[in-house]
């Protein structure tokens, strides 16, 4: 079960894929509309079908407009503020019913549909539901399909270097951009997230020891991409050449690190899936 209060995934908010989002959701409308033909659009002025293929994308892609302007709002919210499952949820609902009440002054203004107004807008809530929804639970699992992908690709990818890649520095900035740690990949245990702040574990001559830096996970997640740190929790990222055996318990899933002290990550049930396939590799 998707826990509604974790942070929204970020391959959905990220430019690429809000263009990608934003192109397949219009194609979807269009062939949707042409198809199954909601909105009234029966009640047209006889014209061939080329005519009607125009004047249909005209109106469909007008009313996308409306996911265009929420898509770059989402983009800009996303930068600045952590959005949650639960948020998104009532994003994707507020699409719906502005794109709704779109198509119900359409249908009443233009096509001077005689139906009561709840009752057209009740009609164009139902239709744009299934125009949106569907798109955007097929991109949802598509973007986070090739998420899970990449991260594996760059974990297992030949020719790996970990030697080289363990003695590397990454260094870790604030919120003001100023740096306030450097720390070697192969001395990095894992992060922990905790609302504004972030506590780096990492081993300082055989002991563990913390750097408390004021950050959030999101910002510090693009910096660690391809050095074997990965998230195993919306709390946690775990660099997984640290990590000694896997073992499971009452509490769910558990990565012990191979540190002095007896240091265990937990796993959510969201990453257990790519957390499995890369701990399976390693294996091998």
């Known amino acids: 079960m998707v826990d509604l209060k974790q942070p929204l995934p970020r391959y959905l908010t990220n430019k690429p894929n809000i263009i990608r989002h934003v192109v397949f959701t ?8 042409n198809l199954y033909a909601p909105f009234g659009v029966e009640t047209w002025y006889n014209v061939t079908r080329l005519e009607f293929l125009f004047y ?10 409306v996911v265009v302007v929420s898509r770059v709002i989402l983009f ?10 639960f948020q998104y949820i009532l994003w994707v609902l507020a699409e719906v019913f502005f794109m709704a009440l779109f198509y119900t002054m359409y249908e ?6 005689l139906r009561p ?3 057209v807008l009740k009609n ?16 949802w699992l598509y973007f986070s399909y090739n998420e899970k992908k990449m991260q594996i690709q760059e974990l297992t990818a030949p020719g790996r270097a970990t030697q080289e890649l363990s003695s590397q520095m990454v260094g870790f900035r604030d919120e003001k951009d100023v740096l306030q740690l450097s720390v070697k990949v192969g001395d990095l245990l894992y992060l922990e997230a905790s609302s504004n702040y972030v506590t780096i574990v990492y081993l300082k001559k055989d002991r563990t020891a913390r750097f408390l830096l004021r950050n959030t996970m999101k ?4 910096l660690l991409s391809g050095k074997g740190i990965v998230r195993c929790h919306r709390s946690f990222m775990v660099n997984f050449d640290k990590v000694k055996l896997m073992r499971k318990d009452k509490n769910g899933l558990l990565l012990e690190m191979d540190a002095s002290d007896s240091i265990e990550v937990p796993v959510s049930k969201t990453y257990i899936d790519s957390i499995m396939v890369i701990f399976s590799r390693y294996a091998n």
């Not at 800009?76 to 499952?85: C, G, P």
């Not at 009443?108 to 549909?113: A, G, H, P, R």
């Not at 744009?128 to 991109?139: C, K, Q």
């Open 219 to 222: 910002k510090l997640e693009p």
């Open 124 to 139: 164009s809530v139902q239709n744009t539901a299934l125009v949106l929804m569907l798109p955007y639970s097929v991109l």
């Open 117 to 119: 107004l709840e009752l």
């Open 56 to 65: 249909s994308s005209l109106v469909i892609l007008t009313g996308v407009l």
């Open 108 to 113: 009443k203004l233009i096509l001077t549909d």
């Open 26 to 33: 219009a194609a979807f409308a269009l062939v949707f509309i």
């Open 76 to 85: 800009y919210v996303s930068r600045k503020n952590q959005i949650t499952v």
